[in-house]
């Protein structure tokens, strides 16, 4: 009777130490940490409840004369101990006060772009998400069309972006450098470039940098070709795309803003160079399948041109994101 109660403690251990635990999308995000303490108390249950079991066993395993090495006692004790330690230790920095996120940033997806608004500020930034580096950030994400799902691998970042749902998460990059996201759904034919940078620079830069964006206007256009290019972009664009302070306000593509600082294009399928500029206008859907941009191939190579040029003369000096390290 007495070895059945201590099996049925043992098999209740090992059953409470196997609780499933939900899955969680991002292992730095706050639902996860709240997650974490849950999974921690069940396990402290189970620890107790098995060594229980284990010192049961030993007292009457004695008391019948066998001997039981307290080795096997001492090791799992120590394990579990530091396991225990090491998991306390993230607890704490999860929930500290450098856990608190310093700002949000809206993250929409599309097939197949990301969208990043930064709410307090005017500034909205496609494809090419600015963060400074060390700082907590919150990410809320939703999408205007299928289930997308965001991950970065460096940071362990992955969260899902459905439509009508706004799923949060934290995130904190700890070292600068340009760091390659990509849709993990099957998002549609474009799922495979359906991707994106997170820009990670030093705080310094990144306040300088945001404070500069949000004032941006585009440089008044000094030569024959930027102004073709402007009435080209008004005629041809500006029905989908946005240029901020100028009169293109689409929604339907990415915001063109400050597209001569993207190192990237086509949602970072490509550099962003004026050859790939110009063969993106003239023929996106033969570089990314069911792209929701049409070709342009009725444009003349002046006319590309000069579209390129005025879209690379939208730029902020002194911000080159394509040094920055690929980790
Ligand atoms: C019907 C809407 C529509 C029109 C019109 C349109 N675009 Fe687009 N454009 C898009 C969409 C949607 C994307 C995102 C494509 C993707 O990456 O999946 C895009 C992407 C782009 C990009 C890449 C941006 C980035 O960050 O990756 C550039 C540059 C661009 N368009 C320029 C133009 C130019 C120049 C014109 C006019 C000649 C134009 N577009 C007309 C919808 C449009």
């Not at 073709?228 to 901020?244: D, N, W, Y």
């Amino acid at each position: 009777m007495k070895h059945l109660a201590f099996f049925a403690i043992l098999l209740a251990g090992t059953v409470l130490a196997h609780q499933p635990t939900t899955f969680s999308d991002d292992p730095t995000g706050t639902e996860s940490g709240r997650l974490l303490l849950w999974v921690s108390v069940f396990a402290a249950l189970s620890v107790v409840i098995v060594l229980g079991a284990l010192f049961y066993g030993r007292r009457r395993a004695r008391a019948r004369g066998d001997s039981m090495d307290a080795v096997w006692i001492a090791v799992p004790v120590i394990l579990v101990a530091v396991v225990g330690i090491l998991g306390a230790q993230s607890l704490v920095q999860m929930f500290s006060a450098a856990g608190k996120p310093a700002f949000g940033v809206q993250v929409t997806a599309h097939r197949y772009w990301w969208d990043f608004d930064y709410g307090d500020v005017p500034v909205r930034l496609s494809n090419e998400l600015v963060l400074p580096a060390g700082v907590t950030v919150e990410l809320r994400f939703t999408s205007t069309d299928a289930f997308h799902a965001l991950s970065v691998p460096e940071v362990g970042l992955k969260a899902s972006a459905i439509p009508g749902q706004n799923t949060r998460t934290q995130v904190r990059f700890k070292k600068v450098g340009s760091y390659l996201g990509f849709c993990t759904e099957q998002c549609g034919l474009g799922a495979k470039q359906h991707r994106m940078r997170v820009l990670v620079v030093e705080p310094e830069a990144f306040e300088r940098f945001l404070a500069a964006a949000a004032t941006f206007k585009p440089p008044p256009p000094k030569t024959e070709e930027l102004r073709s290019g402007i009435e080209l972009f008004s005629r041809h664009c500006a029905s989908c795309h946005t240029v901020r302070g100028s009169s293109a306000g689409g929604k339907a593509g990415p915001d063109l803003t400050l597209f001569g600082n993207r190192t990237t294009l086509g949602a970072a399928s490509l550099p962003n160079t004026p050859a790939n500029l110009r063969t993106w206008i003239r023929a996106a859907p033969d570089l990314k399948p069911d792209v929701r941009m049409p070709a342009f191939s009725e444009l003349s190579d002046a006319d590309l041109n000069a579209l390129a040029a005025y879209l690379e003369s939208l730029r902020l000096d002194d911000f080159d994101f394509a040094n920055l390290p690929q980790p």
